[in-house]
């Protein structure tokens, strides 16, 4: 526990940094590198992919997602780039078809993409008008759902939510993470409205932090999924106390695309 504040106290300042005062390049590039290291993760730390030159296609695809959305989400750029990563992934299938199966290439086309895009809603939020105001939303939901799930759950937790993919989860955490990513959500709001004058409705600010939290915990959930499967306690070891980028960031991995879709369909503040 100790272990986790202190890197907690070191990172949280650090994500204030990049969000909020380091030119918008920085989080594109912290992105890329989280999307690549996850990617890696997902694949090779749990054995579904160890096949050395797939990984580092499937990494570098991963980096480049996230930057192709902060320079203008190219069509042209993106048809070549999935061209190259195609031919690349079943060149290697074609070269040793009876030691690859197809499955490792599909499981590299669909970590190489999927994460990262979803990933890079962080990004997306970040080159919105006014989108320097919003980019700590998607960190809010996810790590204030993931606190009032932990004390909930510790507390008061009887009914387990889903006990073969993660026996600690329970009801009452995720009422706990309800009712706390609505509360870090209603704060948001007031921060916008009296600290920089926007109009917020509130109605709208529950709604985020409803769908935000729920997003989250089935991001979890997903993620956990797989460390059963392969029989994994935690995806890595980058983040002392926490494990790797992908368990600590896998609620921010469905929350952030999710906050993206809110604010460009019902705007929460204007």
Not at 219 to 224: A, H, K, R, V
Request: proline share 4%.
């Amino acid at each position: 526990m100790l272990k986790r504040t202190i890197v907690a106290l070191i990172l949280v300042p650090l994500l204030f940094i990049v969000t909020l005062w380091a030119p918008k390049i920085v989080l594109a590039v912290f992105v890329a590198a989280f999307s690549a290291i996850a990617v890696n993760e997902l694949l090779y730390n749990t054995k579904l992919v160890r096949h050395p030159r797939m990984l580092l296609y499937t990494m570098v695809m991963a980096f480049l997602i996230p930057l192709w959305n902060y320079f203008g989400n190219s069509y042209a750029a993106a048809l070549i780039g999935m061209i190259v990563f195609y031919v690349l992934l079943f060149g290697e299938l074609m070269l040793a078809h009876t030691k690859i199966p197809f499955s490792q290439a599909a499981l590299c086309m669909a970590a190489g993409i999927m994460v990262p895009y979803l990933l890079s809603g962080l990004v997306r939020i970040m080159i919105m008008d006014d989108g320097r105001y919003f980019i700590m939303l998607p960190f809010v939901i996810a790590f204030a759902s993931d606190i009032g799930a932990y004390f909930a759950g510790v507390t008061l937790g009887k009914h387990k939510l889903c006990p073969v993919v993660s026996p600690k989860k329970t009801v009452e955490g995720l009422i706990g993470g309800l009712l706390l990513a609505v509360l870090g959500t209603v704060i948001y709001g007031l921060i916008l409205q009296f600290a920089f004058a926007f109009k917020v409705n509130y109605f709208y600010v529950v709604i985020y932090g409803l769908i935000g939290a729920l997003g989250g915990v089935f991001g979890d959930l997903s993620f956990s999924v797989i460390k059963r499967q392969t029989g994994i306690k935690d995806y890595g070891h980058l983040i002392p106390g926490h494990g790797g980028i992908l368990d600590r960031f896998d609620s921010v991995v469905v929350v952030a695309p999710l906050t993206e879709a809110l604010l460009l369909l019902i705007p929460m503040a204007v």
